[in-house]
């Protein structure tokens, strides 16, 4: 019998997550906070990799592999993690911190440790708090090496003790790297005219690169430490009174709201901190600040909070397209894979595939760093195809997105006594047809949509849904008010079928957007049809561009409610509450119900429609 290469693939930060590799081929991923119910949990995904090893029978002993993004962590890296700072952090914890640590140290020239876990109290906390790590092993007084050390060890060692793999299999992958291989192999594209980007806050070695595919595997052209502006982006999220790694799509959405006065007010305090170096193919300082928190909190005083986000907004635009420019000049290449947590950004995202330097952009599914377990898989693969000998153009391009659990009924009788309780009136509909789920939908019904496998990502891709009619009077009110409770300039997004996207948004190059990871504008007819999908300040639009092969229920619903509406589109927003995250199983499909006003739940081929009190 042929053996197989399987590889576990591990990341541990901010949404930490798990992805199964099989020969090439992933068949399961998932995130921590998926089982654990933290949102952005952080630490070892044990959950979320136990899941991936129970989904394909594989047993721990069967693993070749396990490649952990992130080659090593310093002491405010460990800390990040031991403490789950980007998962639990408050803003006042951020401001804390801050003001505690990080002003004395960059300003007032204080004695502060070279870290700040003490000052966050960090002893007593992580206590309470389960990652996974022996802790009692890590002494911060200890040198940089040997913390850096002693916690690649407890890495490894959680990995034996939970999972039962061999310590010795446990490799660790750099983190930028992990972007580019996610970025290059998930994609379809290969050959001599794909060039690989990524840009984030912070990556290891490097937070922006620039690579492109070899017989030998992908070569690293150039990278640069220094490329910070999604930090910015960071910082000025909490400038804002919103929390860093959760709400900088917010600054995003709120951007085109600004006028170009309060835009260019705040703008020039932005221009001038970055260039583009290293032979036009990295992004780096050309004026440091003195940090990127303070020295904005105070130039930025007095002016509007939609003026500093169109301003911070206008400057990655701006980078960005030199940057793009620079790539295409210095390599040749016209088939451009970008990755990395800035790739999160659509409105960016959107302005460079306009630009006419590339024929195709591809932006792979949740390109931040929950998808580096993804990148590592493909890593390590990548190196055994060459050390097997094997031709690594058989690592194939990921094929779905849902890779998570599969939603199972069994059990669904005993919940009904609470939706009762807590909802009132219902009645179950059994083998529920899609023409009876449109009618519902164009009739200004909001429906949650838990089928089959659920998606990986920070972005729902239909079947752990919330959907409604884009073109229903009041509908981005009655969802927020019904469940969502978002912020009041944030939009809802669409689900477009692929064979009408030419008559919806302007997308010139048919670029694809499968996990709704670019943004268009709207066609002129679609900005009224479709204005519950599209952003009020511009008429652009967020879209999954659906392929019947590639959610053939999801398809068919949409199909049958655009047979009603004469609308190929529907909102789909993710089936969670706010600040919680995407529904997993059948519990928390059921206490989403529960909790939520939502007029009805799709539980694979089942329907529970509420009826008013």
């Keep these: 019998m042929k053996k197989r290469f399987i590889v576990l693939g591990i990341y541990e930060v901010?949404?930490?997550?798990?992805?199964?590799?099989?020969?090439?081929?992933?068949?399961?991923?998932?995130?921590e906070?998926?089982?654990?119910?933290?949102?952005?949990?952080?630490?070892?995904?044990?959950?979320?990799?136990?899941?991936?090893l129970n989904f394909a029978n594989i047993k721990p002993e069967e693993v070749d592999e396990v490649a952990i993004s992130n080659k090593s962590f310093n002491k405010n890296g460990i800390a990040n993690v031991l403490l789950k700072r980007p998962a639990i952090y408050k803003i006042e914890d951020w401001n804390f911190e801050n003001n505690f640590y990080?002003?004395?140290?960059?300003?007032?020239?204080?004695?502060?440790?070279?870290?700040?876990?003490?000052?966050?109290?960090?002893?007593?906390?992580?206590?309470?708090?389960?990652h996974y790590y022996d802790t009692s092993k890590i002494n911060f007084k200890d040198s940089d090496k040997k913390i850096e050390h002693d916690f690649n060890i407890l890495r490894k060692k959680a990995i034996e003790e939970y999972l039962g793999i061999d310590k010795k299999k446990v490799k660790f992958v750099e983190h930028?790297?992990?972007?580019?291989?996610?970025?290059?192999?998930?994609?379809?594209?290969?050959?001599?005219?794909?060039?690989?980007?990524?840009?984030?806050?912070?990556?290891?070695?490097?937070?922006?690169?620039?690579?492109?595919?070899?017989?030998?595997?992908?070569?690293?052209?150039?990278?640069?430490?220094?490329?910070?502006?999604?930090?910015?982006?960071?910082?000025?999220?909490?400038?804002?009174?919103?929390?860093?790694?959760?709400?900088?799509?917010?600054?995003?959405?709120?951007?085109?709201?600004?006028?170009?006065?309060?835009?260019?007010?705040?703008?020039?305090?932005?221009?001038?901190?970055?260039?583009?170096?290293?032979?036009?193919?990295?992004?780096?300082?050309?004026?440091?600040?003195?940090?990127?928190?303070?020295?904005?909190?105070?130039?930025?005083?007095?002016?509007?909070?939609?003026?500093?986000?169109?301003?911070?907004?206008?400057?990655?635009?701006?980078?960005?397209?030199?940057?793009?420019?620079?790539?295409?000049?210095?390599?040749?290449?016209?088939v451009l894979c970008y990755g990395g947590g800035v790739a999160?950004?659509?409105?960016?995202?959107?302005?460079?595939?306009?630009?006419?330097?590339?024929?195709?952009?591809?932006?792979?599914?949740?390109?931040?760093?929950?998808?580096?377990?993804?990148?590592?898989?493909?890593?390590?693969?990548?190196?055994?195809?060459?050390?097997?000998?094997?031709?690594?153009?058989?690592?194939?391009?990921?094929?779905?997105?849902?890779?998570?659990?599969?939603?199972n009924v069994t059990g669904l009788d005993k919940y009904l006594p609470e939706i009762k309780n807590y909802r009132g009136n219902f009645k179950i509909y059994n083998n529920i047809s899609n023409k009876f789920l449109s009618k519902e939908i164009y009739e200004g019904k909001i429906i949650g949509r838990a089928v089959g496998r659920a998606e990986f990502g920070q972005r729902a891709l239909g079947n752990r849904s919330i959907i409604a009619n884009p073109n229903f009077p009041g509908i981005t009110e009655k969802i927020n008010n019904s469940i969502k409770y978002r912020d009041f300039w944030m939009p809802f997004c669409p689900?477009?079928?692929?064979k009408f996207q030419s008559k919806v948004i302007l997308n010139k190059k048919n670029l694809s957007c499968k996990y709704m990871t670019n943004s268009f504008s709207l066609n002129d007819k679609y900005k009224l049809l479709a204005r519950g999908a599209s952003h009020p300040g511009d008429n652009t639009v967020r879209p999954q561009i659906l392929k019947e092969k590639d959610n053939k229920s999801y398809y068919q619903l949409i199909n049958s409610f655009n047979k009603i509406s004469?609308?190929?589109?529907?909102?789909?927003?993710?089936?969670?509450?706010?600040?919680?995250?995407?529904?997993?199983?059948?519990?928390?499909v059921i206490s989403i119900l529960k909790r939520s006003q939502l007029d009805g739940m799709v539980i694979n081929n089942h329907f529970i429609k509420i009826f008013k009190k």
């Design 566 to 588: 004469k609308i190929p589109l529907v909102i789909n927003t993710s089936l969670n509450m706010h600040r919680e995250p995407m529904a997993t199983d059948l519990s928390d």
């Design 14 to 31: 901010h949404n930490a997550s798990a992805c199964l590799m099989i020969d090439g081929n992933i068949v399961a991923a998932s995130h």
């Design 495 to 498: 689900t477009v079928l692929d």
């Design 176 to 334: 930028y790297l992990c972007h580019h291989y996610h970025a290059y192999y998930s994609s379809p594209y290969r050959g001599n005219d794909v060039v690989v980007a990524h840009l984030e806050g912070d990556g290891g070695r490097y937070n922006n690169a620039v690579s492109i595919p070899t017989k030998k595997g992908l070569k690293i052209l150039s990278g640069s430490k220094t490329a910070d502006i999604g930090r910015l982006y960071q910082w000025m999220t909490l400038l804002l009174g919103m929390r860093p790694y959760h709400d900088e799509y917010k600054v995003m959405g709120l951007a085109p709201y600004a006028t170009k006065g309060e835009i260019q007010k705040s703008l020039k305090h932005f221009n001038n901190i970055f260039k583009i170096t290293n032979n036009l193919l990295n992004i780096t300082y050309k004026k440091r600040p003195r940090d990127l928190y303070y020295t904005f909190k105070e130039k930025l005083e007095g002016h509007r909070f939609d003026g500093i986000a169109g301003a911070l907004q206008e400057t990655l635009n701006s980078i960005s397209i030199q940057w793009m420019k620079g790539i295409k000049k210095r390599t040749g290449r016209n």
């Design 344 to 407: 999160m950004n659509v409105k960016t995202n959107g302005i460079i595939s306009d630009l006419k330097e590339f024929k195709n952009i591809f932006v792979p599914l949740s390109p931040s760093d929950e998808s580096n377990a993804i990148g590592a898989c493909y890593y390590s693969t990548e190196k055994r195809f060459i050390k097997d000998n094997k031709n690594i153009l058989g690592i194939k391009p990921l094929s779905s997105p849902y890779l998570g659990p599969d939603i």
């Design 102 to 130: 990080w002003k004395k140290k960059l300003f007032e020239k204080s004695k502060v440790d070279d870290h700040y876990f003490y000052i966050m109290s960090g002893e007593q906390k992580v206590k309470k708090l389960n």
């Design 33 to 52: 906070e998926r089982f654990s119910k933290i949102k952005n949990d952080v630490g070892m995904p044990i959950k979320a990799a136990k899941f991936c």
